[in-house]
């Protein structure tokens, strides 16, 4: 397993869809300037980090998370090396679990990335109405974001890789998926249940009581399921 992390992290070093997925973290970041200089709510303390992984999760990251998540398991067909890789005794099922933990991975990362866009933002700005409490809460936030949405995104990027669309399609369909989470986001209803919302309740981005944080968690937790369920139907089919 090591091994194969090691390998599939040299391929992606390499991979445009990386630079892709950091120039995205990085416009988020300027986008939510630019409004917070329009509208002065820049300079309050804490609006940034708020704003920042909203309009992050709503818009941008599911979507460029799952793009790099269903390219790494559909290059191997894309680029027709998985009949090489299947000759060398390689386990494909942990092959197949080591791209989808680096995507996890990546998915933290990307949130932590923005995470620290946003607090020397926050810092330059009003670095004295700052508190540790704060900044170490927001981090929570951040890095419990990057779990939640790889967990509600995984289904996409299982099922994307098994009907072997391509991974651009992933970015289409979670796209959309992650927009509708504006209208769950405004349901009391939906907005525990529907997985990207959910991911609001259990970071502590939006006020949930304990019940609902639970029921969103075993929501994603499903979600990570149903990705699990898929993968191995996409296993089985290759070897058959």
């Known amino acids: ?30 986008i939510v300037s630019i409004e917070g200089w329009f509208t002065h709510d820049i300079y309050s303390a804490g609006w940034y980090m708020t704003t920042a992984q909203l309009l992050a999760t709503l818009f941008v990251l599911p979507a460029v998370i ?4 269903s390219y790494m398991i559909c290059r191997e067909e894309d680029e ?3 009949k090489s890789l299947l000759i060398i005794p390689i386990n494909e099922t942990k092959l197949i679990a080591t791209k989808m933990i680096i995507t996890f991975l990546f998915s933290i990362f ?3 990335l923005l995470f620290t866009i ?12 700052l508190s540790v409490g704060m900044v170490l809460n927001f981090m929570k936030i951040y890095f419990l974001q990057g779990v939640g949405i790889f967990l509600a995104i995984s289904p996409i990027i299982a099922l994307v890789s098994y009907m072997k669309k391509g991974h651009w399609i992933a970015l289409v369909l979670t796209e959309m998926y992650s927009f509708a989470g504006i209208i ?11 997985p990207i919302s959910a991911v609001f309740g259990v970071s502590g981005s939006s006020d949930a009581t ?31």
Not at 10 to 19: A, D, G, T
Not at 224 to 240: Q, T
Request: charged residues 15%; glycine residues 2%.
């Open 110 to 112: 990307i949130y932590l």
């Open 184 to 194: 769950a986001w405004r349901s009391k209803i939906l907005i525990t249940f529907y």
């Open 210 to 240: 304990a019940q609902s944080r639970i029921v969103s968690s075993i929501v994603l937790l499903l979600c990570g399921c149903l990705s699990v369920f898929i993968l191995k139907r996409f296993k089985y089919i290759e070897k058959n």
């Open 1 to 30: 397993m090591r091994n194969l992390l090691w390998a599939e992290l040299q391929k992606i070093r390499r991979s445009n869809i990386v630079w892709i997925t950091i120039f995205a973290t990085i416009m988020v970041a300027v």
């Open 118 to 129: 946003a607090f020397l933002t926050e810092a330059i700005l009003h670095f004295y109405d």
């Open 80 to 82: 027709d090396t998985i």
């Open 66 to 69: 799952s793009l790099l998540g």
